[in-house]
């Protein structure tokens, strides 16, 4: 669905705009300072506030994104696709690319939901979001900050693997990434009950 802050004929999101409504709905809910938890574009969302808005955070856990993610021209090229198929085809193809294949095989009805509400979703959203993530680059904005910073990711993650956690933990001067094993682009929805405790561990 548009966000109202996205007019149709807007051709840009930056990780600053989507900073800025993440702040915005922490100071509706009369947050000044807040943990942040975000997942791949979410972990980039997180990276802008550790970047620029270190001040309003307690801590940030990101999880299964990267400083860097993927090539602009992949990101600009499923932009494409998405413009052209719709998300409700595309869908299909990429659904499944999050999910390791332990949840494929165990959790089938689980994938599939994921894979319809992703259909139900709006391209043009969509696709300016994927033309954010071809344009993302944090390497050299993260060195300096105060912000308790956590790190996870799943060992079979194809869109975010190991690799580009710990490129970003050398970035950040965060620890080395938690990598969850039999696990793909999200703990959160493939073993809840171990990324909770992470989540515990962290947060106290």
């Known amino acids: ?9 807007s051709d840009r999101i930056t990780p600053e705009d989507l900073a800025r409504e993440a702040l915005a709905l922490a100071a509706a809910a009369g947050a000044e300072r807040f943990h942040f938890v975000g997942t791949s574009i979410g972990g980039v969302i997180g990276q802008q506030l550790v970047s620029q808005h270190a001040d309003s ?9 990267g400083a860097v993610i993927g090539t602009a021209d ?3 090229t499923r932009s494409a696709n998405v413009l052209e198929l719709g998300l409700s085809v595309m869908a299909v193809d990429i659904v499944p ?3 390791g294949p332990a949840a494929c095989e165990q959790q089938p009805a689980l994938v599939e939901g994921w894979r319809v509400i992703m259909g139900r979703g709006d391209d043009r959203s969509y696709a300016l979001l994927c033309e954010l993530l071809g344009r993302v680059d944090f390497r050299e904005k993260l060195g300096e900050h105060r912000v308790p ?4 990711g799943g060992s ?12 970003l933990a050398q970035c950040s001067s965060a620890s080395d990434p938690v990598i969850l094993e039999h696990v793909g682009h999200v703990p959160s ?3 809840p009950d171990r990324f909770s405790q992470i989540l515990l561990d962290t947060l106290t």
């Open 1 to 9: 669905m548009r966000h109202a802050a996205w007019p149709e004929d």
């Open 74 to 76: 992949a990101w600009n």
């Open 57 to 65: 955070l307690l801590s940030a856990t990101l999880t299964n994104t």
């Open 97 to 99: 690319r999050w999910f």
């Open 156 to 167: 079979d993650d194809v869109a975010t693997p190991p690799e580009t956690l710990k490129a």
């Open 189 to 191: 929805v493939e073993c």
């Open 149 to 152: 910073l956590q790190l996870v």
